[in-house]
C-alpha cells in the first residue's frame, strides 16, 4: 500500500481527540497515527474494499489524521461537521472516493471499522441502514488496502 503520509501525530495531540470525542482509540491505531498521521492511499484495484453486505468495493482516497496542516484531511473537522450523526465510542478516520466516511466503532458489540454511505452513493442505502461493517479492527482494514 503506498500511502502519501502526513507525518507524525503527537500523543498529546491524539488524547485530545479521544477527550474531546470521548472515545479510547485502539492501541494499533494510535501507533499508525504516531508513526504516520494518516494520509492519502495510492489508488489501484489491488487496494478495494469489499463491502460484503453490499457485494461492491470502495477505493479508500484518505486517511484521516491529527493537525495534518490541511483541515480537509483532519480527525477533527470531519467530526466537528458529522459529531451529531455519531453513535457513541465513535470517530471518523478517513474517506473513500465516493465522499463516504471510514468510521472506527472504538468499543462495545459493533466494535470496529465501518463504511458509512452518508450520501447515499449506493441504492440499497437508507436513513434508516446506510453504515456497513468492513473489518474486525483497524490492522485487519489495513491489511485490506495494503
Known amino acids: 500500500m503506498m500511502i502519501e503520509e502526513f507525518g507524525k501525530a503527537h500523543i498529546e495531540d491524539i488524547k485530545a481527540i479521544e477527550k474531546r470525542y470521548n472515545v479510547h482509540l485502539p492501541s494499533e491505531y494510535v501507533s499508525f497515527l504516531e508513526a504516520s498521521n494518516g494520509g492519502i492511499v495510492g489508488k489501484s484495484?489491488?487496494?478495494q474494499v469489499l463491502i460484503e453486505d453490499?457485494?461492491?468495493t470502495i477505493n479508500i482516497d484518505?486517511?484521516?489524521g491529527v493537525n495534518t496542516g490541511e483541515s480537509a484531511s483532519n480527525i477533527e473537522t470531519w467530526m466537528e461537521k458529522l459529531k451529531e450523526d455519531?453513535?457513541?465510542g465513535s470517530?471518523?478516520?478517513g474517506d473513500d472516493l465516493m465522499q463516504g466516511m471510514?468510521?472506527?466503532?472504538?468499543?462495545g458489540e459493533f466494535e470496529g471499522i465501518?463504511?458509512?454511505d452518508d450520501s447515499?452513493?449506493?441504492e440499497e442505502s437508507t436513513d434508516e441502514e446506510n453504515t456497513y461493517w468492513i473489518a474486525k479492527d483497524f490492522l485487519s482494514f489495513l491489511d485490506m488496502i495494503r
Open 120 to 122: 447515499f452513493q449506493f
Open 62 to 64: 484518505v486517511l484521516y
Open 86 to 88: 455519531m453513535m457513541e
Open 54 to 56: 453490499l457485494n461492491a
Open 45 to 47: 484495484e489491488s487496494n
Open 114 to 116: 465501518y463504511y458509512w
Open 91 to 93: 470517530i471518523i478516520i
Open 102 to 107: 471510514i468510521v472506527m466503532i472504538c468499543e
